[in-house]
């Protein structure tokens, strides 16, 4: 088991979890005290029917969108709004 900082975990929070994805076990400390331990779900006996608060968010299809057309190009917008300083 690897003993990380909390700010460590801060720091490198990607790799980390992809280490326990891995398999990997980790004590995490706050002043050079223990206060966690990160370790797979599976490896402890749990199962994935733990509840959850709230399920991730779903990513948004941006591409399929439509495109918004405006009847004023950009560059008017923005003279227009740098006109009033």
Known sequence: MRTISQRELRNDNAAVIRGVEAGERYVV?????????????????????????????????????????????????LADLRGDR
């Open 29 to 77: 400390t706050k002043n050079g005290k223990p206060v966690a331990r990160l370790v797979p779900l599976v490896a402890d006996g749990l199962d994935e029917s733990l509840p959850l608060d709230r399920p991730a968010a779903t990513r948004l299809d941006y591409q399929g969108l439509s495109r918004v057309g405006a009847d004023v190009s950009s560059e008017e917008l």
